[in-house]
Nanobody, 127 residues
Framework: QVQLVESGGGLVQAGGSLRLSCAASGRTFSNYVMGWFRQAPGKEREFVTAINWSSGNTYYVDAVKGRFTISRDNTKNTVYLQMNNLKPEDTAVYYC????????????????????WGQGIQVTVSS
């Protein structure tokens, strides 16, 4: 059974940085796409970024391009989300997600394309 556990959230001032971690277990993840989503109060859960574990290809939504970086550590089975220059509008619960894509290198950006989810972690950016 795939298990995803997020850590690293918290409260930070605008302009600050946080690094989220997603520890993945239960599978070999070389055929997986890993994604980060976020959900602000009263809003739908939205895609933020994704990485193909095997190829390292990444994709970001425009709102976070140049500020957020997704990466993975194969030795630790962990995906990271480095968030710099945080803004109050980045405040949300952040979720790690995973989907087995086999040999398909296409990334996934829709919530319904992901099969496994972490429990979520709060990120609050104060102005």
């Amino acid at each position: 059974q795939v298990q995803l556990v997020e850590s690293g959230g918290g409260l930070v001032q605008a302009g600050g940085s946080l690094r989220l971690s997603c520890a993945a277990s239960g599978r070999t993840f070389s055929n997986y796409v890993m994604g980060w989503f976020r959900q602000a109060p009263g809003k739908e859960r939205e895609f933020v970024t994704a990485i193909n574990w095997s190829s390292g290809n990444t994709y970001y939504v425009d709102a976070v391009k140049g500020r957020f970086t997704i990466s993975r550590d194969n030795t630790k089975n962990t995906v990271y989300l480095q968030m710099n220059n945080l803004k109050p509008e980045d405040t949300a619960v952040y979720y790690c997600a995973a989907v087995n894509v086999g040999n398909n290198y296409l990334l996934r950006t829709r919530r319904d394309q992901y099969h496994y989810w972490g429990q979520g972690i709060q990120v609050t950016v104060s102005s």
